[in-house]
């Protein structure tokens, strides 16, 4: 099993940012993809960002703003938020897949975006 735990969420302003961490525990071992994922009220999920072996990909709506990076050592990924809009406030979750197709899901921190 894996547990998959987000933090960094919060209330921020435009233009602001805020970094997303994703610890990761348990059996952590033929990672294929971990990402980021984000769900707005009413709205389905979506892929935010996600990161393998060959580097990062990103949404078109992040690019340029958002920074997915991994630290092995710790287990842990990131999501560095820059220059934050109204429309990026949403649910966001961490997710990992194994090479067998195994996917895990945290629970999920909120970002606002709001003056």
């Known amino acids: 099993q894996v547990q998959l735990v987000e933090s960094g969420g919060g209330l921020v302003q435009p233009g602001g940012s805020l970094r997303l961490s994703c610890a990761a525990s348990?059996?952590?071992?033929?990672?294929?993809?971990m990402g980021w994922y984000r769900q707005a009220p009413g709205k389905e999920r979506e892929l935010v960002a996600v990161?393998?072996?060959?580097?990062?990909n990103y949404a078109d709506s992040v690019k340029g703003r958002f920074t997915i990076s991994r630290d092995i050592a710790k287990n842990t990924m990131y999501l560095q938020m820059n220059s934050l809009k109204p429309e990026d406030t949403a649910v966001y979750y961490c997710?990992?897949?194994?090479?067998?197709?195994?996917?895990?899901w945290g629970q999920g921190t909120q970002v606002t975006v709001s003056s």
């Open positions: 997710n990992l897949v194994r090479r067998n197709s195994a996917t895990y």
């Open positions: 348990g059996s952590i071992s033929n990672i294929y993809v």
């Open positions: 990161i393998t072996s060959g580097g990062p």
